[in-house]
């Protein structure tokens, strides 16, 4: 295990001219009144005439509404009002969530409350809203919805039959979006080459599970026609840009405020139907109401993400050599595409990374979008990766096997070599800068690999079945505005960020991206306190408020560090040169001869201390007057920052695990977990580490235990946390990190994403590791969860 | 519901009189009664361990446990351990592992790993592992948290204390 004293400090050139925070494990900032139950999350916050609204939701996948009874509810105690989807389209708008980029991407109008048809149990019909909770509960049992059950649509496989009901009639059938990429001469390779393997990978539908469940407090302030919400999510201009247009009002009206928020994952990345109708009752009512969802709630109605069935073929030779990729991809969003970011997403990137980390020059990819009556998906952890990383892995496993290649050696032949960048994977992707082959001498190394397999063949002669299994990947992170921005999404891809210099001498960042427990804080005060100069315990970070952070995107595609924290470097080293401007002023020297270092301005020539900061803020501000004429003091600056270089920044890395399978049982013992990840510039070591490992757990979740399950009428059968299996701490393995720093050249900092790899490559590498240990019993499982029925299945024992 | 019941417990060593409906749970009355912060709601069957407090020395999961139950009990919530000292030395060995992230589930995992420590002195890793399996950790891998849990327990049975970090405003 990695303690914080062993993990490498800085390896790359400083980026400041006194570096002493960045690269270096820095305990978080603001993070230690979180361990004393000082957090403010959205349900610690109560305001005066506070209503709490619940959802009457749809009961069954697809129904048609009739008259709904709301007079024997609307009687009880307490309740301030009953609102149904005709009265609250008077003030919300519907929306369609289609990207122009997507082309010929569709989908259906969708309302806040349902209107005639409910579409997915879950989905919020009648809202009510009482003096308490508890009064909103109480009165919901009596709401009398009349409706008939409508055939659903369960099985995506049949979606697009001409025998399945088309769930929305004026689209003309389910599919919501195709794409088709053909590269190369494929079906002359597969017919020419030596080796060619096949598979049919299965994933199940899984969810974020964030432990603080969606809620928001919307409040609508009839004095000055003002909207503030208090939103647990990752994108606050987003939000207030949604809720201007939906409600027509202007952007100076709605102000969108987060604070604490208790887990996203990209669950709360997404608008979502009764984000609209909290906000549409606090407008009616003219008072704050509350909306926090139940963990029933949350099963059905946070968004889901991963159903997928994926046919795909590797072609090799004898020699070594990949030739080529083939994947027929169909996968299945729920009813509508989710607003504003689109459930196509997640099957685009399958097509895009499929095969990202290797050097074929053949490629063909199919995608098949269809709707049916289950919950919405989305984009979540990771958004595709680990479905192109489990599908890739996965062949080019059984391309080694059948091969006979170590699985680790066939990698190093085969995967782009580290002085082979930039250039274009074979789907189109732009990669910048990678490192696979750094990667796997690391992680041969840091697991002992040859120590390892040894001990697996002793085992297998004692009838213990062993399996390590690898997966190498690529991430993308840094954005530019072609994720979204290009496809008509208001989406920012930019952020800003404030850096001020207080009286005291405190230095205060104000930027659009907040923090969602990944330590976005911690390393904005890290990049700041060396961009400016001063100790880290004299820097200020506030997030979350978009009356006043400059304009940004928020939380999504490992950007923060990349995006958020070059804005944050940009602004602080402009900041500094203007606190070298005015002490010049001050000292009536040339600011060339001077230079900033722990909060004093020194000579650059001697060192010595000239000015501290407390006092370049007093003069700043309180004495201008003693200024030469003309001179604007200017400690607040803002600078912006987009990444436009290349479509994405991508990153890279390669995880391994080591599992013990029981044959009787079927039951997957997780031993050890190897990751070596390169995100660039490590701004701090030890939260690198935690993210890569608690995204590691995440996909683990997926791979072994994590599913929505739906019975034939597409009713969820595990909506609870008792039911629903997610990693305990039990079951997990010990996770080592290992860093390879190669920092992209599209910014200072040189820092790419790290918030997602972990859950990219986990289900890969296990996968692979349980096949490994299955095949002296001739047997694999590529239906993910992999679980200890479908292990009893493939060995033929039950 | 309508029927109220009078009761009177010490929260973090205050005494409180209330009147509350019996189904009433002891977590909700925390949170909403009495405004306390630290104590969170997850799942509200049992399963998350965000609402674990302290009844008579015991932790208890908050949200399965009526407040009327706490009827002239003692009530502890990581805001009355924090000050009175109880978890210092957890919590500084969180704050050096990164053993949070959102810290929706630290006060939880806080209060099982105090018992832990108090109960099981000599624990090996894996025995913390399986202790804090009654709590969900969406975001460390859990990883980190059994890392600072050991220290703590190499730190106590060396008679040592953990190194404090320096936190920051």
Redo the contacts between chains.
């Keep these: ?1 990695n ?2 004293a062993d993990l490498k400090g800085l390896v790359l050139d400083p980026v400041t001219n006194d570096q002493r925070y960045i690269g270096n494990s820095e ?6 009144r ?8 959205v ?2 916050i ?1 305001l005066p005439r506070m209503g709490h609204v619940v959802y009457w939701r749809s009961p069954v996948a697809h129904m048609k509404i009739g008259k709904i009874h709301t007079e024997q509810a609307s009687k009880m105690p307490g309740v301030l009002a009953v609102v149904d989807g005709v009265k609250m389209a008077e003030i919300c708008k519907p929306w369609v969530a289609t990207l122009g980029h997507l082309a010929g991407m569709k989908s259906a109008p969708q309302h806040s409350l349902a209107i005639e048809r409910a579409c997915w149990q879950g989905e919020p019909v009648v809202a009510v809203v009482a003096e308490t909770r ?1 009064q909103a509960e ?1 009165a919901l049992q009596l709401i009398d919805v009349e409706w008939e059950e409508l055939p659903a649509v369960v099985s995506m496989e049949e979606a697009l039959s001409p025998d399945t009901p088309v769930i929305h009639p004026d689209l003309g059938d389910n599919l919501c979006f195709t794409r088709s990429l053909d590269v190369g001469q494929v079906d002359d390779v597969f017919a020419s080459a030596d080796v060619v393997c096949e598979a049919t990978f299965g994933f199940g539908r899984h969810t ?6 969606r809620c928001q407090i919307a409040d609508y302030n009839p004095g000055d026609r003002r909207l503030t919400v208090y939103h647990s999510q990752q994108a606050p201009h987003m939000m207030q840009d949604l809720y201007c247009r939906q409600f027509g009002l202007s952007e100076s009206d709605v102000h969108v405020i987060c604070k ?6 990209g669950i709360k990345v997404h608008a979502y139907p009764d984000d609209f109708a909290t906000v549409g009752l606090s407008m009616m009512l003219e008072r704050p109401v509350r909306f ?1 969802a ?2 029933l709630e949350s099963f059905t109605s946070d968004i889901h993400a991963r159903e997928h069935r994926i046919k795909g073929r590797i072609a090799a030779n004898n020699q070594g050599d990949i030739l080529a990729f083939e994947i027929d991809d169909l996968t299945a969003i729920g009813p509508y595409s989710m607003f504003p970011r689109t459930s196509a997403i997640e099957g685009n990137q399958v097509v895009n990374l499929v095969g990202g980390p290797y050097k074929h020059q053949n490629y063909r990819a199919k995608l098949n979008v269809v709707f049916q009556n289950k919950t919405p998906t989305c984009q979540y952890r990771g958004v595709g990766h680990p479905i192109a990383c489990a599908v890739t892995e996965g062949l080019v496993d059984l391309a080694a096997q059948k091969l006979k290649m170590d699985p680790l050696e066939f990698r190093k032949r085969n995967v782009i070599p580290d002085d082979a960048y930039p250039c274009s994977g074979i789907s189109g992707i732009k990669l910048e800068v990678l490192s696979h082959e750094q990667c796997l001498r690391t992680i041969e190394k840091m697991m002992d690999y040859p120590a390892l397999r040894k001990e697996q063949a002793e085992l297998r002669k004692k009838g213990i079945y062993r399996g390590i299994g690898f997966a190498t990947l690529i991430e993308l992170t840094n954005p530019s505005p072609a994720f979204y921005g290009v496809g008509g999404a208001r989406i920012a891809s930019q952020d800003g960020a404030s850096a001020r210099l207080d009286p005291s001498g405190v230095v205060s960042i104000l930027i659009g991206v907040g923090e ?4 976005t804080e911690g390393i904005y ?1 890290q990049i700041a306190a060396d961009a400016v100069g001063i100790s ?2 004299d ?2 970070i506030i997030t979350g408020d978009t009356d006043v952070t400059p304009y940004g995107g928020g939380t999504w595609a490992s950007r923060g560090a990349g995006v958020g924290g070059e804005a944050v470097l940009l602004a602080c080293q402009a900041l500094q040169e203007n606190i070298l401007k005015l002490a010049g002023a001050i000292l009536t020297r040339p600011p060339e001869e001077l230079v900033v270092r722990r909060g004093h301005i020194l000579d650059k020539a001697t060192g010595e201390q000239l000015l501290p900061f407390s006092e370049i803020g007093r003069i700043g501000y309180f004495r201008t007057d003693t200024l030469p004429a003309g001179f604007s003091a200017d400690l607040m600056v803002t600078r912006h920052y987009t990444q436009k270089e290349y479509p994405f920044i991508f990153t890279n890395g390669v995880q391994a695990s080591y599992v013990e399978v029981d044959p009787d049982t079927g039951f997957v013992k997780l031993l050890k977990h190897w990751a070596v990840e390169d995100c660039g510039r490590v701004l701090n070591p ?2 690198v ?2 993210q890569v ?6 996909g683990i979740g997926g791979v072994l235990f994590e599913e929505c399950l739906y019975d034939d009428s597409g009713l969820l059968r595990n909506g ?3 039911d629903y299996l ?7 393995p ?2 080592e990190v290992a860093h390879v720093e190669t920092p992209t050249q599209s910014s200072k900092l040189g820092a790419k994403g790290a918030g997602e790899a972990g859950t990219a490559g986990a289900p890969g590498a296990v996968q692979n590791a349980i096949n490994d240990a299955l095949a002296p019993l001739n047997a694999s499982v590529f239906d993910q969860p992999i679980t200890c029925e479908k292990i009893l299945k493939a060995l033929g024992r039950v | ?1 309508s029927l109220k019941k009078k009761i009177t417990m010490t929260v973090n060593g205050l005494t409180v009189n209330a009147e509350i ?1 019996p ?1 009433r749970h002891l977590v909700d009355f925390l ?1 909403e009664d009495l ?11 049992g ?2 361990g ?1 609402c674990t407090v302290k009844v008579d020395g015991q932790i208890i999961r908050g949200c399965l446990y009526l407040a009327v139950q706490a009827d002239g009990c003692e009530v502890e ?3 009355g351990l ?1 000050k009175n000292g109880t978890l210092a030395d957890l ?1 500084e060995s ?5 053993a ?8 939880g995992m ?1 209060l099982a790993a105090a018992e832990l420590v108090e109960q099981r002195p000599h624990a090996s890793r894996e025995e ?3 202790w ?16 600072a849990i050991v220290d703590v327990l190499e730190a106590r049975a060396k008679g040592e204390k953990i190194k404090p ?5």
């Excluded at chain 1, 997610?726 to 997990?732: G, L």
């Design positions: 295990m303690k914080p305990p978080r900032h603001k993070a230690r979180l361990l004393e139950g000082q957090g403010t999350y349900d610690d109560q508890a109480d974020g599970v964030t432990l603080e469940p604490d928020v208790g887990g996203s994952f926090v139940d963990r969602q427990g990944q330590g005060a880290i315990k820097v200020r030890m939260l580490d935690e490992r608690g995204a590691i757990v995440q609870s946390m008792a997610v990693p305990m701490a039990n079951e997990m010990d996770i | 519901m409906e189904r949170r405004h306390l912060k630290g104590p969170h709601l997850g799942c509200e069957q399963a998350c965000a919530t990581i805001e924090t919590q969180f704050m050096r592992r990164n949070m992230q959102c810290g929706f589930c630290s006060s806080l913390v592992r399986e804090i399996s009654g709590n969900y950790c969406r975001c460390t891998g859990y990883h980190s948290i059994v890392d970090v320096v936190a920051h405003a």
